[in-house]
Structures are given as structure tokens and as C-alpha cells.
């Protein structure tokens, strides 16, 4: 789960390989939308969300692409930030991922929930030491953060990802293209990015 930065995209790369991304609908939304003027956003916004909870990924990969022809006429600039990175909006669909699990985890919203935690904890330093006062007071951001914590919406859905993943992770090692890949847990890839 990434929000748009080529930054953390490269670095899951270069840990991980190629593995199966899910891009934030949510950044995705929002970059498409500022490109147009306020009358044309909720028809716009509509098509997206009806795109991204479709359970069929061919039908919602053709739903976007249409939409983004539509819109080069009239918003070149928002067609373009809907085709940059338009399939990993579907990576969750793609792997037959529904329901709650698939709506919680086409956000990076509960990311963003515990770094805004370990923001707030760590405001208050004025003067950064070094950067192992820097990780202690992330992990003690995390610590606190841990008290909210709730079990992941769609939970009991977490061991379909897994496989998912696992035979998604199988085929890229089966094609030629692709330099083989050492598998690691899905809940390590997302604690560590």
C-alpha cells in the first residue's frame, strides 16, 4: 500500500523487487479531481469510486482507461494523473481481493493515522541529538500509537491476501521478464515501508 512518491515505490523495489503494489485510491482521487474545475469533479468522482468497487478487474481497468480517454479532450492533465499508475489502483481487484479487507487497504489512510500518532508524540523536541534520539522517539510514537490500534476491517480475510499474493509473487518468478523474487510476508512488506 503507497500513495503516489516515486521515492517509496523504488525503495519497495529495490527491497522487495517486483512485487504487487496497491496505490491509495483516496491520492489518486484527489490528484485526478484538482485538474478539473469544481462542475465537472462529482461526475468525475463517481466514475472512480464505481471503477475501484467493482469486483470484475477487466471491467474496472476499461471503466478508468474510458474515463481517461474521455478526458484527454477536455483535461489532458487530469487524464494523465489518472493513467500514472492507473493498474496499481486495481491491485487489490486484480487479486480477487473484496469486501471490507479491500476497501480498507486501498488507502493508506491507517498508515497515515499512526505516523500523524508518532507526528504529535515527537513535536514537542526542539533539538534532534542524533539519529538514535530520532528512532526512539518514532518507536515511542509507535508505542503510544499501539493503544489505538484496532483489528484491520476485513481481518478475517487476511490469510486470502496471502496467498493471493504468494501465487501473484509465483507467476512473476515463472516469467522471463522478471529476475526471481524472495518472498516475504505481506505484513512485513507493509510494517517495514
Known amino acids: 500500500m503507497l500513495d503516489g512518491s516515486k521515492a517509496l515505490r523504488a525503495a519497495v523495489n529495490e527491497v522487495f523487487g517486483p512485487v504487487a503494489v496497491q496505490r491509495c485510491v483516496r491520492h489518486k482521487e484527489r490528484n485526478v479531481l484538482e485538474h478539473l474545475p469544481e462542475r465537472d469533479r462529482p461526475a468525475v468522482k463517481t466514475r ?14 476499461d471503466g478508468l482507461q474510458v474515463l481517461a480517454a474521455e478526458l484527454d479532450r477536455s483535461h489532458p492533465g487530469a487524464a494523465a494523473s489518472l493513467r500514472e499508475g492507473l ?15 479491500k476497501r480498507t487497504l486501498q488507502s493508506t ?11 504529535r508524540t515527537s513535536r514537542n523536541v526542539k533539538r534532534w541529538q542524533s539519529g538514535d534520539m530520532c528512532l526512539r522517539w518514532t518507536a515511542a510514537g509507535m508505542l503510544e500509537a499501539e493503544r489505538q490500534f484496532r483489528k484491520i476491517i476485513g481481518y478475517a480475510d487476511l490469510a486470502k491476501l496471502a496467498v493471493a499474493v504468494e501465487r501473484d509473487l509465483a507467476t512473476h518468478r515463472l516469467t522471463p521478464t522478471h529476475t526471481p523474487i524472495a518472498t516475504t510476508a505481506p505484513e512485513v512488506a507493509i510494517s517495514t515501508v
Open 87 to 101: 493498474e496499481e489502483t486495481l491491485t487489490l481487484t486484480r487479486l480477487g481481493i473484496r469486501g471490507s479487507l
Open 109 to 119: 489512510n491507517p498508515i497515515e493515522s499512526m505516523v500523524e500518532f508518532t507526528r
Open 48 to 61: 472512480l469510486r464505481r471503477a475501484w468497487a467493482s469486483e470484475n478487474h477487466a471491467l474496472a481497468l
